[in-house]
């Protein structure tokens, strides 16, 4: 019965006046992460075809950016071994970006055969993060990156510049902000075009990123920055507000809330696109998304994952159906 329940029902008419609001951003635009940060944490891999049906269903839905895959060592994140596959798989949309994570230029080079319309990097602003998540440090980190920014850029493709651990690591605790700077400023020098800041333990709260992002908009704009907050602690959407207060209009999300760090223990996954939008959609901020096709997007994708759907806004929808049903 709850496929049959009909969503737009929902009342998203927004409750904030002009005068609250004027400070925010207009429009958001959503980078919805679950085929890749969503599923490359996950024991059962889903198939292919299960894939390929979760793309093109968050293509319905609206989105415009869509990371897909990750072309990393297949061995070490064994759910993203089918990125190349899958690129050549799903219908594309001419005017939906989709993109990939890549390691090195090895992972470049499988990207670009594969036909990826973007890629990203991914840092760290902890010094163990680093080693324990791409077994280098930060400085040979950015050695790594150097040929991964030229041979993109001369192919055409721009590329995105991941942060972990702005705000606290699971090995060294809480993060400097001016560690966090010191990466950004670098990325952003070296070509990136933007950096998402990752909290990746969700560990996060509006006082620490009001800290962080105070000092982050002395010297790189906020056009130049996207949020990307995991809701271990339940904090994701006050943080994402308190970017926004900050001028920022690019977030981070993932379907049902799928996600989490293979070596970050005890994070849980990103926070939930539904839960983002219903948010963004009721203080009058544009998405331009179909709430009722994310969450049939989520609610597949679980089904074939076994595993409960994380996003509030789909609990509470789920729960309303029910007893409409009976």
Known sequence: MIAEYNWSTLNLKPIFDVEMTATLPQQVTIIEVSPRDGLQNESKALPLGRKVELVENLARAGLKHIEAGSF??????????DSDELFSAFRRSPDIVYSA?????????RALAAGVDEVAVFGAASETFSQRNIQCSIEESFERFQPVLDEATAAGVRVRGYVSCVVD??????????????????????????????????????????????LL????????????????????????????????ARIDSSVAGLGGCPYAAGASGNVATEDVVYMLEGMGIATGLKLDTLIDAGRECCQALGKPNHAMVAQALFAKAQDIAG
């Open 217 to 248: 908009e002395n010297t790189i704009p906020a056009e130049n920055l996207a949020l990307h907050c995991h809701n271990t602690y339940g904090q994701a959407l006050a943080n994402i507000l308190v970017g926004l207060e900050h001028g920022i």
């Open 169 to 214: 690591c699971p090995y060294e605790g809480t993060i400097s902000p001016t560690a966090v700077l010191r990466v950004s400023e670098r990325l952003l020098k070296m070509g990136c075009y933007e950096v998402a800041l990752g909290d990746t333990t969700g560990a996060g709260t509006p006082g620490s990123f009001h800290e962080l992002l105070s």
């Open 72 to 81: 990393v060592n297949p061995r070490r994140v064994p759910p993203m071994a």
């Open 101 to 109: 994570l890549v390691p090195n230029r090895r992972g470049l080079q």
